[in-house]
Antibody, heavy 117, light 108 residues
Framework: EVQLVESGGGLVQPGESLRLSCAAS????????MTWVRQAPGKGLEWVAN????????YYVDSVKGRFTISRDNAKNSLYLQMNSLRAEDTAVYYC??????????WGQGTLVTVSS | EIVMTQSPATLSVSPGERATLSCRAS??????LAWYQQKPGQAPRLLIY???TRATGIPARFSGSGSGTDFTLTISSLQSEDFAVYYC??????????FGQGTKVEIK
């Protein structure tokens, strides 16, 4: 069974940094693209970033380019999202998901990031 | 950038009735479209991919249709557990994704 568990969320001030983690189990992590998707309070889903199986390709939504970095450690079955220069508009629940056939097949339960002074 | 527009924003339906949700793309996405269901406090769940293929474990009352720019998700007979928010998502621009803004299906 696919299991994804996010961690690392919390309350930070504007301009600060945060690193999210996603621990994967129940599947061969190194065989799949992975993604981060966020959801601001009361709002819809917004794709954030995708990363290829070996980490050689990374793609981002325009609003986070230059501030967020997606990475992975296949030896640790873990996905990461380094978030720098955080803004109030980055406040959201952040989900990691496994990509299968280019759609998000298995999702974690999310971790809440709140950016506020 | 491909913009996905869902309608209506809210759909009021009685249990047992049919629900029809629409999703329109600003340019053709071929059949590279998925539908997700999200219940309050839960993560999204994949329902449909390839515009019309049900994901593993998804009941037959859920069906998807369309190609190009116009897509439909139909729930043939709404069950109590189907009241939720539904999102369409294009992956024709892979590895970039775009989601629609969602349609909330509520009890009438």
């Amino acid at each position: 069974e696919v299991q994804l568990v996010e961690s690392g969320g919390g309350l930070v001030q504007p301009g600060e940094s945060l690193r999210l983690s996603c621990a994967a189990s129940g599947f061969t992590f190194s065989s799949y693209w992975m993604t981060w998707v966020r959801q601001a309070p009361g709002k819809g889903l917004e794709w954030v970033a995708n990363i290829k199986q070996d980490g050689s390709e990374k793609y981002y939504v325009d609003s986070v380019k230059g501030r967020f970095t997606i990475s992975r450690d296949n030896a640790k079955n873990s996905l990461y999202l380094q978030m720098n220069s955080l803004r109030a508009e980055d406040t959201a629940v952040y989900y990691c998901a496994r990509v299968d056939g280019r759609a998000g097949v298995g999702w974690g339960q999310g971790t809440l990031v709140t950016v506020s002074s | 950038e491909i913009v996905m527009t869902q309608s209506p924003a809210t759909l009021s339906v009685s249990p047992g009735e049919r629900a029809t949700l629409s999703c329109r793309a600003s340019q053709s996405v071929s059949s590279n479209l998925a539908w997700y269901q999200q219940k309050p406090g839960q993560a999204p769940r994949l329902l449909i991919y390839g515009a019309s293929t049900r994901a593993t474990g998804i009941p037959a009352r859920f069906s998807g249709s369309g190609s190009g720019t116009d897509f439909t998700l139909t729930i043939s007979s709404l069950q109590s557990e189907d009241f939720a928010v539904y999102y369409c998502q294009q992956y024709n621009n892979w590895p970039l994704w775009t989601f629609g803004q969602g349609t909330k299906v509520e009890i009438k």
